[in-house]
């Protein structure tokens, strides 16, 4: 189309045509042929096709792309009220930069416990919003319950891992989650802190005082990682030069997921920045995107001298199958306790489950 005497193609790009021009006979068809020519290559090639130009609702490999870049996720919002707004309640403070806190999470026995400690944690934390993301295909209602009752201003989202990933013998878990995190900050937000914290870490409280300053991204130790027992970032004159981690694998920031945060705003600057599906680089690959000058990172910890937060693990339970017991008083609380094991993923009632049973008191 021709605006103000230049041509704009569908990238925006301008061919100078010195005065407003009218295309008669064959110059009109061989300008309706290019035109036609040029959609046609712009929205099949998927170097070129937008994120919007492409279907969304599916998970899928990319027409001749082979990059673990390239899969789509599913995206689901469990408010069911407003799903295209998030569910929280107003942060009063509004001159205290927000915390934007991402935790994946996937159904396991302890997955409740974990959240539970983790959101008792982050409602001592002023200023923060929880973005809590689950690798399924629709939202478990008991984690938008505890979501709910915490009280802590959260978006809760849904993004299952692409099904091609699921077989690889270590799974890129988390990575889904946090692309969807991305997706929905870059839509939501403007400014703030980015922080990537896992549901089984532990937190020390000043970890969010020592991060909500951040100018641009900030590194900082995290303990209980690898045969070092730490993962940190090495400072020598206030400056980040290197990474004391036991397996550097080739990585140019050899980091925790739990050891970085950024500003929102820079995150804006590379609209493109994400995680890819490959077990161990995702925070290099996506540190590499937006990282365009080392002398921006900003070392905290006291120089990355002190542990703010640990990797810590929660032994896992299997969940088991369970036989009702025969009950010798009727209308206990039995019944109600055996709804909620298996609500919370901890037990299957069955027939056919192992038996068990109550002990009453004799004098009952």
Not at 165 to 190: D, E, M
Request: net charge negative.
């Amino acid at each position: 189309m021709t605006t103000g005497g230049m041509l704009t193609g569908s990238h925006g790009c301008l061919v100078g045509i010195s005065k407003p021009t009218m295309f008669t006979g064959a110059s009109a068809m061989f300008l309706l042929i290019y035109l036609a020519l040029w959609k046609y290559h712009d929205s099949t090639n998927p170097l070129l096709a937008s994120a919007s130009s492409l279907p969304g609702d599916e998970s899928r490999l990319l027409p001749g792309a082979h990059s673990p870049h390239d899969f789509l996720e599913q995206v689901m919002s469990c408010d069911l009220d407003e799903p295209e707004k998030e569910n929280v309640m107003l942060i009063k403070n509004e001159s205290m930069p927000i915390i934007y806190f991402v935790t994946p999470t996937y159904a396991r026995s302890v997955q409740m416990a974990e959240l539970t400690r983790l959101g008792q944690t982050l409602s001592s934390v002023p200023a923060l919003h929880w973005i809590l993301v689950e690798d399924a295909s629709k939202c478990n209602p008991m984690v938008g319950q505890l979501l709910r009752r915490l009280g802590i201003p959260f978006t809760h989202l849904a993004s299952e891992m692409p099904a091609a990933y699921k077989k690889l013998k270590t799974p890129p878990r988390g990575v889904s989650n946090r692309r969807a995190a991305l997706k929905w900050i870059r839509r939501n937000v403007k400014q703030g802190v980015l922080y990537f914290g896992d549901d089984d870490n532990s937190y020390d409280l000043r970890l969010f005082e020592e991060i909500r300053d951040t100018r641009n991204i900030s590194m900082f130790p995290v303990g209980l990682i690898g045969d070092y027992a730490v993962s940190a970032p090495v400072v020598h004159d206030g400056k980040v030069v290197g990474f004391y981690d036991s397996w550097p694998a080739g990585r140019r920031f050899a980091v925790d997921m739990a050891g970085f945060a950024v500003n929102i705003q820079l995150l804006h600057q590379f609209p493109n920045a994400t995680f890819i599906y490959q077990a161990g680089f995702e925070e290099d690959s996506f540190l590499q995107d937006i990282v365009t000058n080392a002398d921006f990172i900003e070392a905290k910890a006291a120089n990355c001298t002190e542990i703010l937060v640990w990797h810590t693990r929660t032994v896992q339970v299997p969940a088991v199958i369970l036989q009702p017991p025969t009950q010798t008083l009727t209308e206990t609380s039995i019944s109600g306790l055996l709804r909620r094991l298996d609500d919370l993923q901890l037990a299957t009632i069955s027939s056919k489950g192992k038996p068990s049973s109550v002990h009453y008191l004799t004098d009952v």
